[in-house]
């Protein structure tokens, strides 16, 4: 029987019931630094799995044969509406889940009972360009939350009361947070939010305990610094973007973090010459000291709005016989490349391939990696382009997925669009969209023609061959893929509200489920007292509404897509 558990008060900041906090305290397991570098099968320690990032889990109770069994057995409503981002975090039984505007859930992972509820209230006169949150952090005894107004909070895990908070940024200059924190070695790591408003990037440390800062390092450096000098343009570098809005990856074995960081500000690169360390770059960053180590840019001079916010996969490849520690990376600008992760922690390039239209790179050298743009395809002030894939690129923030039992990749993609914008010179005021365009400026456009939008795709990661794909005709696809030992490949993303099961080798359709509204949440999956469970957030809003808007003038889509949140938890039926 499915349950379904009305939500509380908003108004209220945290509420606890005695019985379920009587669970948390006997049952919570501390998170370790062992345990984060190697998390047990049956729990979901962070936002794709593991340091890695392959968003793949060992469990294979569920798996082709029965997949088709699943059922939901309960679900929980988070009370609030908006997009709904984050992947249920899992440790022992206990469930956290972070939501829009502010708020933490903990529940019991097996029924769905209410544990805690925290909500943190947005400062009067706080305004962002995205209310969602994507995930929170676990370590010892704590729950890390990035919260929007930019502050990093650390609530108790048993009973959600803050055990202490720390000012990340000053929300009133354009910052906010909505990534997952990144915890390695007794270290908080979070980045910010705001490259739209005239932010500089940076990605910082806190110690985990009290909330201290450890270090901080800028995605765009200042005069004298490694990379100053490809901002050519004096002072530019000071609100120069790069803002480092999703959660890193971590290897262990180098204490190499590696962090993606964004678009460069304000959006045409005209106004700020050079090729503009380090936005749209990987950063590989020394875990102790977060020096920068090693980086690697995916096109020089941003101009197409194309973050380069998701962090690779530490996937190992081959490669003419021999075997690469690599990095493995769809990007916005609709390349998949393969990068080398060198022993000194430093980046190399390998490998790139077009995974959807594009019309911008001419060609990529390949000893560097770096792209030859066509100028006709790159927008300026007062010069008017189009340019393929739009500015929400071949795939946006959505995670892809690796399963290292069928050497694939898979990629949630969006194809057949195309943008254009012209830029004006737009006077700076702190906190103000700053971007060198207004939002009714920004051009979108799709093949009308086209046979679909959506799509999943599966490459092999040794030789970058597609081995299938799914199209989705009358949808574009917004839902970050997991992938299973059961050799599946679970997702949403689309508009018709689905939660959709695949064969992990040959992408048929196995299992799907309509649910309260579309998914653009990660799904996990955890067992309990050994039973496997899938979960994940229903949700829509933010950008996959925004452009729903423009589909629906442009094809004639639906255009009102269900709003609001419910924490859907599936297994075998019997």
Same mark, same amino acid.
């Given at each position: 029987?499915?349950?379904?558990?009305?939500?509380?008060?908003?108004?209220?900041?945290?509420?606890?019931?005695?019985?379920?906090?009587?669970?948390?305290?006997?049952?919570?397991?501390?998170?370790?630094?062992?345990?984060?570098?190697?998390?047990?099968?049956?729990?979901?320690?962070?936002?794709?799995?593991?340091?890695?990032?392959?968003?793949?889990?060992?469990?294979?109770?569920?798996?082709?044969?029965?997949?088709?069994?699943?059922?939901?057995?309960?679900?929980?409503?988070?009370?609030?509406?908006?997009?709904?981002?984050?992947?249920?975090?899992?440790?022992?039984?206990?469930?956290?889940?972070?939501?829009?505007?502010?708020?933490?859930?903990?529940?019991?992972?097996?029924?769905?009972?209410?544990?805690?509820?925290?909500?943190?209230?947005?400062?009067?006169?706080?305004?962002?360009?995205?209310?969602?949150?994507?995930?929170?952090?676990?370590?010892?005894?704590?729950?890390?939350?990035?919260?929007?107004?930019?502050?990093?909070?650390?609530?108790?895990?048993?009973?959600?009361?803050?055990?202490?908070?720390?000012?990340?940024?000053?929300?009133?200059?354009?910052?906010?947070?909505?990534?997952?924190?990144?915890?390695?070695?007794?270290?908080?790591?979070?980045?910010?939010?705001?490259?739209?408003?005239?932010?500089?990037?940076?990605?910082?440390?806190?110690?985990?305990?009290?909330?201290?800062?450890?270090?901080?390092?800028?995605?765009? #450096?200042?005069? @004298?610094? $490694?990379?100053?000098?490809?901002?050519? +343009? %004096?002072? !530019?570098? &000071?609100?120069?973007?790069?803002?480092?809005?999703?959660?890193?990856?971590?290897?262990?074995?180098?204490?190499?973090?590696?962090?993606?960081?964004?678009?460069?500000?304000?959006?045409?690169?005209?106004?700020?010459?050079?090729?503009?360390?380090?936005?749209?770059?990987?950063?590989?960053?020394?875990?102790?000291?977060?020096?920068?180590?090693?980086?690697?840019?995916?096109?020089?001079?941003?101009?197409?709005?194309?973050?380069?916010?998701?962090?690779?996969?530490?996937?190992?490849?081959?490669?003419?016989?021999?075997?690469?520690?690599?990095?493995?990376?769809?990007?916005?600008?609709?390349?998949?490349?393969?990068?080398?992760?060198?022993?000194?922690?430093?980046?190399?390039?390998?490998?790139?391939?077009?995974?959807?239209?594009?019309?911008?790179?001419?060609?990529?050298? #390949?000893?560097? @990696?770096? $792209?030859?743009?066509?100028?006709?395809? +790159? %927008?300026? !002030?007062? &010069?008017?382009?189009?340019?393929?894939?739009?500015?929400?690129?071949?795939?946006?923030?959505?995670?892809?997925?690796?399963?290292?039992?069928?050497?694939?990749?898979?990629?949630?993609?969006?194809?057949?669009?195309?943008?254009?914008?012209?830029?004006?010179?737009?006077?700076?005021?702190?906190?103000?969209?700053?971007?060198?365009?207004?939002?009714?400026?920004?051009?979108?456009?799709?093949?009308?023609?086209?046979?679909?939008?959506?799509?999943?795709?599966?490459?092999?990661?040794?030789?970058?061959?597609?081995?299938?794909?799914?199209?989705?005709?009358?949808?574009?696809?917004?839902?970050?893929?997991?992938?299973?030992?059961?050799?599946?490949?679970?997702?949403?993303?689309?508009?018709?509200?689905?939660?959709?099961?695949?064969?992990?080798?040959?992408?048929?359709?196995?299992?799907?489920?309509?649910?309260?509204?579309?998914?653009?949440?990660?799904?996990?999956?955890?067992?309990?007292?050994?039973?496997?469970?899938?979960?994940?957030?229903?949700?829509?809003?933010?950008?996959?509404?925004?452009?729903?808007?423009?589909?629906?003038?442009?094809?004639?889509?639906?255009?009102?897509?269900?709003?609001?949140?419910?924490?859907?938890?599936?297994?075998?039926?019997?």
């Amino acid at each position: 029987m499915t349950k379904l558990f009305a939500p509380m008060s908003l108004a209220a900041l945290l509420l606890a019931g005695t019985a379920a906090a009587a669970y948390a305290a006997s049952d919570y397991a501390p998170v370790t630094d062992a345990r984060l570098a190697n998390p047990e099968p049956q729990n979901w320690l962070m936002t794709r799995g593991s340091y890695k990032g392959w968003s793949y889990s060992p469990l294979d109770q569920i798996n082709t044969s029965n997949v088709k069994n699943l059922v939901p057995v309960w679900t929980f409503s988070t009370g609030v509406d908006s997009g709904h981002e984050s992947p249920p975090i899992v440790n022992n039984g206990m469930m956290f889940v972070s939501t829009p505007y502010n708020q933490v859930i903990a529940l019991n992972a097996a029924t769905g009972e209410l544990i805690w509820r925290y909500k943190r209230p947005l400062p009067e006169g706080f305004s962002a360009l995205h209310n969602t949150n994507r995930g929170v952090a676990l370590y010892g005894d704590k729950v890390y939350f990035a919260a929007l107004d930019a502050v990093l909070v650390a609530l108790d895990a048993k009973t959600g009361k803050p055990a202490w908070e720390t000012k990340v940024a000053d929300w009133h200059t354009g910052y906010y947070m909505t990534m997952a924190p990144l915890v390695e070695k007794g270290k908080v790591l979070v980045g910010v939010s705001g490259g739209e408003f005239g932010v500089r990037g940076s990605v910082q440390a806190f110690d985990a305990e009290n909330g201290k800062l450890v270090w901080q390092t800028y995605s765009v #450096p200042a005069p @004298g610094e $490694p990379g100053s000098n490809t901002w050519e +343009k %004096p002072d !530019t570098w &000071k609100r120069g973007g790069a803002s480092t809005w999703m959660t890193g990856n971590y290897d262990p074995s180098t204490n190499t973090v590696y962090w993606g960081t964004g678009n460069g500000s304000p959006w045409f690169g005209d106004q700020r010459p050079g090729d503009n360390l380090y936005t749209a770059s990987t950063l590989a960053l020394d875990g102790d000291t977060g020096k920068i180590k090693g980086y690697f840019q995916y096109h020089q001079n941003e101009s197409w709005d194309w973050d380069a916010m998701n962090a690779p996969m530490l996937v190992d490849f081959q490669k003419n016989g021999s075997t690469i520690h690599g990095l493995l990376s769809p990007q916005r600008n609709g390349y998949l490349y393969w990068l080398e992760r060198k022993s000194d922690g430093s980046i190399g390039f390998m490998n790139a391939m077009r995974y959807v239209k594009q019309n911008v790179f001419k060609s990529i050298d #390949p000893e560097t @990696g770096r $792209p030859v743009v066509d100028m006709d395809h +790159k %927008p300026g !002030t007062g &010069k008017e382009a189009s340019f393929c894939p739009s500015l929400w690129g071949g795939k946006d923030w959505p995670y892809e997925a690796y399963n290292p039992q069928t050497g694939m990749v898979y990629v949630p993609s969006n194809d057949n669009h195309c943008g254009h914008m012209k830029g004006t010179v737009q006077e700076y005021v702190p906190g103000q969209w700053w971007t060198g365009v207004a939002i009714p400026d920004i051009g979108f456009t799709v093949d009308k023609n086209a046979a679909f939008y959506g799509e999943i795709q599966a490459f092999d990661a040794n030789s970058g061959k597609r081995a299938w794909r799914v199209l989705y005709p009358s949808s574009m696809m917004w839902g970050s893929l997991l992938t299973t030992a059961g050799n599946l490949v679970f997702g949403g993303g689309t508009n018709d509200r689905e939660f959709r099961a695949y064969d992990a080798r040959t992408g048929d359709q196995l299992w799907h489920f309509k649910t309260n509204s579309a998914i653009i949440a990660p799904p996990a999956t955890y067992a309990v007292d050994g039973v496997q469970y899938v979960a994940v957030q229903s949700g829509y809003g933010v950008d996959p509404a925004y452009q729903e808007g423009l589909l629906s003038n442009l094809l004639g889509w639906q255009k009102d897509i269900p709003q609001g949140g419910v924490i859907w938890v599936f297994t075998l039926g019997h």
